[in-house]
C-alpha cells in the first residue's frame, strides 16, 4: 500500500503562482511513477503531469506545458507540482497518483493509488 497526501492548494489570483507537494509512504517511493491528476467540477479527472521513477522522463498535458513543472525529490518521498501563470481554468482539485507499475503513466488505469485531493481555486 501507498498513502499520499498532498498539499499547498488554496486560492489564488490569475496570474499568480502555487507549488503542491505530495508526501508519500508505505513502499519505496524511487519504484513508483508519480503523476498528478485534477478534476474540476463537473468535468472528468484528467492527467496534468507525471514524472518518470528517477526523474529523468516527464509528461505534461498541452493544457499546461509551459505553466507547470513536475518533479520529485526520492530523499523526501516527495513529487511536486509548480504551477506558474494560473489561469481560471485550472481551478479543481488535484490529486497525486502512484504507479508501481507505469514509470510515466498518462491514464487514470496507470494509477493504483490516490490522495485525497488538494482544492486549487483561481480567481479573475
Known amino acids: 500500500q501507498v498513502q499520499l497526501v498532498e498539499s499547498g492548494g488554496g486560492l489564488v489570483q490569475a496570474g499568480d503562482s502555487l507549488r503542491l507537494s505530495c508526501a508519500a509512504s508505505?513502499?519505496?517511493?524511487?519504484?513508483?511513477?508519480m503523476g498528478w491528476f485534477r478534476q474540476a467540477p463537473g468535468k472528468e479527472r484528467e492527467s496534468v503531469a507525471a514524472i518518470s521513477r528517477g526523474g529523468g522522463s516527464t509528461y505534461y498535458a498541452d493544457s499546461v506545458k509551459g505553466r507547470f513543472t513536475i518533479s520529485r525529490d526520492n530523499a523526501k518521498n516527495t513529487v511536486y507540482l509548480q504551477m506558474n501563470s494560473l489561469k481560471s481554468e485550472d481551478t479543481a482539485v488535484y490529486y497525486c497518483a502512484a504507479a508501481p507499475t507505469y514509470s510515466t503513466g498518462v491514464y487514470r488505469g496507470h494509477y493504483d493509488f490516490w490522495g485525497q485531493g488538494t482544492q486549487v481555486t483561481v480567481s479573475s
Open positions: 508505505g513502499r519505496s517511493f524511487s519504484s513508483l511513477g
